[in-house]
């Protein structure tokens, strides 16, 4: 069966920092790029970063360059985000994904194809408020 699941979501103050975490499971975790997506109320979901299956593809979205780190632990069959300077408009449901049909995408194709992806997480809330 495959699986993803997020932890590490949590209520922080603007400027501080959270570490999320992406457990796989099911599934030849070294093939696929994986990625996190973030949604918050009222708004559609948008790609926060993605990384390759060997760590040499990432993508960023804009708003998180600079604060928010992507990593992956092929051993773990765990991606991680650091997510530092967090601000109030990062607050959203965060979740982790991969496109069980294309293996070996890059990091910008991964999240370019938000709407296509088959396998998701449930979801971890984070909360960025003082």
């Known amino acids: 069966q495959v699986q993803l699941v997020e932890s590490g979501g949590g209520l922080v103050q603007p400027g501080g920092s959270l570490r999320l975490s992406c457990a796989a499971s099911g599934f030849t975790f070294d093939d696929y790029t994986i990625g996190w997506f973030r949604q918050a109320p009222g708004k559609e979901r948008e790609g926060v970063s993605c990384?390759?299956?060997?760590?040499?593809?990432?993508y960023y979205a804009d708003s998180v360059k600079g604060r928010f780190t992507i990593s992956r632990d092929n051993a773990k069959n765990t991606v991680y985000l650091q997510m530092n300077s967090l601000k109030p408009e990062d607050t959203a449901v965060y979740y982790c994904a991969t496109d069980w049909v294309h293996p070996f995408l890059d990091g910008d194709s991964l999240c370019a194809r938000r709407r296509y992806l088959e396998v998701w997480g449930q979801g971890t809330l984070v909360t960025v408020s003082s």
């Open positions: 990384i390759s299956s060997d760590s040499g593809s990432t």
